[in-house]
């Protein structure tokens, strides 16, 4: 079904809660509704597909269509005695996923618990959190090509996985919409526990063989602990990427602050944690105006009313400039900026 607005406010479509209007702002319920939304739309009018709005930042009016997706469903296949693939609508809610799985006994995304945002936009910066990411549940994607009408099929290694990164965020921004995410789960327990914070919350609360739930509430304690609830404070989780540095980089900066927080990531390279180089500048919990740093994750950009996405852009300008005067690293944004009707990540 496809319901149609014309000059509508986007302040509950965006988890900063920026109160920006779209020209026009149109729900589609179903893949078969995706050819005739494209009839209508002129060659220069810009589109946007919109999700949960949760990882989004609007500096102004949306001069264009957003097209928001909630397209629903959850199927089951079992694909052999151990594994089951979960087909997933792209407007699923992408935490209603999570406890789908729990409840059903499917290991691979508990530790994914309370991201907020919905199914479809999972895979375009391909979202983690506590030693998970979604790329290793991952099966494939369906999505809808807005240059030519096809329908395309991604599998793991096409989609370019990385850290909150995919070809949806590089080459393919913007000209694909994403219907529905294909996720092969496990039902032998393997549970991931080397996160350090969750390994300590397990520690402290005598968890040593816990169960999927318990993982989940774990998850969801520690996150209500230092995360905003959006619907409280306006916010899009962590407004930074943590920043990736050579072995030489991280060398010189761990002379320099020996109680440096940092991880070895994947490739073995040094990821730097952003919420301590904004900490150690004194920024965590700053205010300026509307806007502001969490008191509990200076990593985290809060709207406490009213601010406006300009507003934002220039407190996030502000953070970049003191942490590259301190340390030589230019933070790069992980919340996607809606800049004059064109997508961008500074
Ligand atoms: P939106 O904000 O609606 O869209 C994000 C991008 O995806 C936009 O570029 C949009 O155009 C595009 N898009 C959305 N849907 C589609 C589609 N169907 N087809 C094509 N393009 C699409 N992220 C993490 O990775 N880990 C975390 O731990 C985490 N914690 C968070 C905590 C809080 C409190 C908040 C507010 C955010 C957090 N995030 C986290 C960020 C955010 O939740 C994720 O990025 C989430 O996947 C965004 O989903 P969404 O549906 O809200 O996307
Ligand atoms: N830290 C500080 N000060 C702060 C915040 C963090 O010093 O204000 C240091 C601490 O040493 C802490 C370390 O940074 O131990 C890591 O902090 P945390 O565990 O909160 O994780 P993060 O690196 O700040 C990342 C993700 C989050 C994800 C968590 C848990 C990014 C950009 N952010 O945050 O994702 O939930 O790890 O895995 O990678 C998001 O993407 O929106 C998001 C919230």
């Not at 916010?235 to 990427?241: R, T």
């Not at 991280?250 to 952003?274: H, M, R, T, V, W």
């Not at 709207?303 to 933070?331: D, P, R, S």
């Amino acid at each position: 079904m496809i319901k149609k607005y014309s000059d509508y406010s986007l302040k509950k479509y965006n988890s900063f809660g920026i109160d920006a209007k779209a020209n026009k702002f149109i729900t589609f319920s179903s893949e078969v509704d995706i050819p005739e939304l494209f009839l209508n739309i002129k060659e220069k009018e810009e589109v946007l597909i919109l999700g949960g709005g949760s990882n989004i930042l609007f500096t102004s009016d949306y001069n264009g269509i957003i097209l928001k997706n909630e397209i629903k469903g959850i199927d089951e296949e079992q694909l052999n005695e151990n594994e089951v693939l979960l087909s997933i609508g792209a407007g699923e809610v992408w935490d209603d996923v999570v406890n789908y799985t729990v409840q059903k006994n499917y290991y691979g995304i508990e530790n994914l618990s309370l991201i907020p945002g919905n199914m479809g936009a999972a895979p375009i910066q391909n979202i983690g959190a506590y030693g998970v990411e979604l790329k290793d549940v991952f099966y494939t994607l369906e999505c809808y090509d807005i240059e030519n009408g096809e329908k395309r099929i991604f599998n793991l290694d096409e989609c370019k996985f990385g850290y909150r990164d995919s070809i949806f965020k590089n080459e393919l921004k913007g000209k694909i919409i994403i219907t529905k995410v294909n996720l092969k789960l496990s039902k032998i327990g393997k549970l991931n526990t080397n996160y350090i914070s969750l390994k300590n919350y397990l520690i402290e609360n005598n968890l040593t063989t816990p169960t999927l739930s318990q993982i989940r509430e774990a998850v969801i304690n520690i996150r209500n602990s230092k995360l905003p609830d959006p619907k409280k404070l306006g916010n899009a989780g962590s407004f930074f990427k943590n920043p990736i540095v050579t072995k030489k980089i991280y060398d010189e900066l761990n002379q320099k602050y020996p109680n440096l927080s940092y991880f070895i990531s994947e490739d073995g390279l040094y990821k730097i944690s952003a919420g301590w180089l904004i900490e150690k500048c004194g920024l965590k919990g700053i205010r300026m105006g509307n806007v502001g740093t969490h008191v509990n994750q200076a990593l985290v950009i809060v709207n406490y009313g009213g601010a406006t996405g300009e507003e934002i852009l220039k407190f996030v300008e502000n953070i970049q400039t003191k942490v590259f005067n301190e340390f030589g690293i230019l933070l790069e944004p992980e919340v996607n900026i809606i800049n004059n009707n064109q997508q961008e990540n500074l």
